[in-house]
């Protein structure tokens, strides 16, 4: 058996990929890069609190950077501008010699990430006046090909939306861009016109959760790997039982509506814990008004999830006495995985109404963290808002688990 395969982790976020390598006990985090702060010290927190990396370590391991400087990220001799404006809590070894610094003698074995999805998915270009064709985070994906030419893993994973399929800046299919940037490299990854066969869900690795995702593998020419032996071995770890929000989060304390909102600590409260005075971390439930708290219980009590999108839609205007075309409400199905846990859920909760038709309430930041597949134990940094985010962008930790058991066992069976 061999000794852990190293990993580097871009786009880190707050770290659902590196959890899920970390956790199959077969990988070993070399770097983690991640330009938003909240994210930094979440994951710096996760590492030192879970993963006994000391103090010292986490401040040098979890870089805090923006990607989009790779030359500067992985050689170091930054300027004043980036040790200004990313330079500030990182370690001086970095910011004298970079990723070169930090990895040393060692071999990067893979290279996992993936880029904001934003200017991919198909909601996100539906609200754009130009689709997201002038977004630069079409073009992130360079980055990513540039730090794989600089360490030269065995094989990286590549994660992002299935609208990644269609996006086409400057009239060229995006995944013809990056198919050929990783071939300038020296790596091979699945051609454009098969890679639809490389969509995932999160639901096939015991997420409680209906999540589709673009899983791009690389593999390196030069060291006669088999991409198909890795997609094979990814396939292996597939479980048959599905997850649903009720295995994720039934067990949680409930809260309940009151009869009318107070203010505590100068926070406007709508609903009550009423089998305990504390709650677990991050099981808070955000302020309602109470229209909406009538209206998420009408919803639920109505079972409007299986209407028509016209009565559902009827019922948001004549409720609100509007002219809407779109639904504006869905409440979770208990046995059933939740649909896909979006960042959207940091303004508002209205597509993810608690199931239970008394508590009236959208779901709680630990509620969304669960149904992600988020460790119990697992501390976001941040308000709840910015921990909505972090946690609506990440990977399934668990769905990572399986995709680093995928990658080791044919690790070590080509090794």
Same mark, same amino acid.
């Given at each position: 058996?061999?000794?852990?395969?190293?990993?580097?982790?871009? %786009?880190?976020?707050?770290?659902?990929?590196?959890?899920?390598?970390?956790?199959?006990?077969? %990988?070993?985090?070399?770097?983690?890069?991640?330009?938003?702060?909240?994210?930094?010290?979440?994951?710096?927190?996760?590492?030192?609190?879970?993963?006994?990396?000391?103090?010292?370590?986490?401040?040098?391991?979890?870089?805090?950077?923006?990607?989009?400087?790779?030359?500067?990220?992985?050689?170091?001799?930054?300027?004043?501008?980036?040790?200004?404006?990313?330079?500030?809590?990182? *370690?001086?070894?970095?910011?004298?010699?970079?990723?070169?610094?930090?990895?040393?003698?060692?071999?990067?074995?893979?290279?996992?990430?993936?880029?904001?999805?934003?200017?991919?998915?198909?909601?996100?270009?539906?609200?754009?006046?130009?689709?997201?064709?002038?977004?630069?985070?079409?073009?992130?994906?360079?980055?990513?090909?540039?730090?794989?030419?600089?360490?030269?893993?065995?094989?990286?994973?590549?994660?992002?939306?299935?609208?990644? &399929?269609?996006?086409?800046?400057?009239?060229?299919?995006?995944?013809?861009?990056?198919?050929?940037?990783?071939?300038?490299?020296?790596?091979?990854?699945?051609?454009?016109?098969?890679?639809?066969?490389?969509?995932?869900?999160?639901?096939?690795?015991?997420?409680?959760?209906?999540?589709?995702? &673009?899983?791009?593998?690389?593999?390196?020419?030069?060291?006669?790997?088999?991409?198909?032996?890795?997609?094979?071995?990814?396939?292996?770890?597939?479980?048959?039982?599905?997850?649903?929000?009720?295995?994720?989060?039934?067990?949680?304390?409930?809260?309940?509506?009151?009869?009318?909102?107070?203010?505590?600590?100068?926070?406007?409260?709508?609903?009550?814990?009423?089998?305990?005075?504390?709650?677990?971390?991050?099981?808070?439930?955000?302020?309602?008004?109470?229209?909406?708290?009538?209206?998420?219980?009408?919803?639920?009590?109505?079972?409007?999830?299986?209407?028509?999108?016209?009565?559902?839609?009827?019922?948001?205007?004549?409720?609100?006495?509007?002219?809407?075309? *779109?639904?504006?409400?869905?409440?979770?199905?208990?046995?059933?995985?939740?649909?896909?846990?979006?960042? *959207? &859920?940091?303004?508002?909760?209205?597509?993810?109404?608690?199931?239970?038709?008394?508590?009236?309430?959208?779901?709680?930041?630990?509620?969304?963290?669960?149904?992600?597949?988020?460790?119990?134990? %697992?501390? %976001?940094?941040?308000?709840?808002?910015?921990?909505?985010?972090?946690?609506?962008?990440?990977?399934?930790?668990?769905?990572?688990?399986?995709?680093?058991?995928?990658?080791?066992?044919?690790?070590?069976?080509?090794?």
């Amino acid at each position: 058996m061999t000794d852990k395969y190293t990993f580097i982790d871009l %786009f880190a976020g707050c770290g659902g990929l590196s959890e899920g390598f970390l956790a199959s006990g077969k %990988f070993k985090g070399l770097a983690h890069v991640e330009w938003e702060l909240p994210m930094v010290k979440t994951l710096r927190n996760r590492l030192e609190s879970k993963w006994n990396h000391s103090e010292d370590e986490v401040l040098k391991r979890v870089v805090h950077f923006d990607i989009q400087e790779s030359n500067s990220l992985v050689n170091g001799n930054w300027n004043d501008e980036l040790i200004k404006d990313y330079g500030s809590t990182n *370690h001086n070894l970095l910011i004298e010699k970079g990723l070169r610094g930090l990895v040393k003698d060692d071999k990067v074995d893979v290279l996992i990430g993936g880029p904001p999805c934003q200017a991919y998915s198909i909601a996100g270009r539906a609200q754009d006046k130009n689709s997201m064709k002038d977004d630069y985070r079409n073009y992130l994906f360079e980055s990513f090909v540039k730090v794989v030419d600089e360490f030269k893993p065995k094989l990286f994973i590549f994660e992002n939306v299935p609208g990644m &399929l269609s996006a086409q800046p400057g009239g060229i299919k995006v995944t013809e861009r990056v198919y050929k940037a990783f071939a300038d490299i020296g790596y091979e990854i699945t051609d454009s016109h098969r890679l639809k066969n490389n969509v995932y869900s999160a639901a096939d690795f015991h997420v409680p959760q209906k999540r589709r995702r &673009l899983i791009i593998v690389g593999v390196k020419k030069s060291e006669d790997l088999s991409l198909k032996g890795v997609y094979e071995k990814i396939d292996n770890q597939k479980k048959s039982e599905k997850f649903t929000v009720r295995n994720a989060i039934e067990n949680l304390d409930k809260f309940h509506p009151l009869e009318a909102s107070i203010k505590k600590d100068g926070k406007n409260i709508s609903h009550q814990n009423k089998s305990s005075s504390t709650s677990k971390l991050h099981h808070i439930p955000r302020f309602h008004n109470d229209r909406d708290v009538k209206i998420f219980k009408k919803w639920v009590v109505n079972d409007m999830n299986s209407k028509s999108s016209v009565e559902k839609i009827d019922f948001y205007n004549k409720l609100m006495n509007k002219k809407s075309n *779109h639904a504006k409400y869905r409440n979770l199905d208990w046995d059933k995985p939740s649909p896909t846990i979006v960042a *959207h &859920l940091y303004k508002d909760g209205l597509m993810f109404i608690h199931p239970d038709s008394e508590q009236a309430r959208s779901i709680t930041v630990k509620e969304a963290a669960l149904l992600q597949s988020f460790p119990d134990d %697992f501390k %976001f940094i941040g308000g709840s808002g910015v921990c909505y985010k972090m946690i609506g962008n990440a990977v399934p930790p668990k769905m990572a688990e399986c995709l680093a058991n995928g990658v080791y066992d044919y690790l070590e069976e080509n090794s």
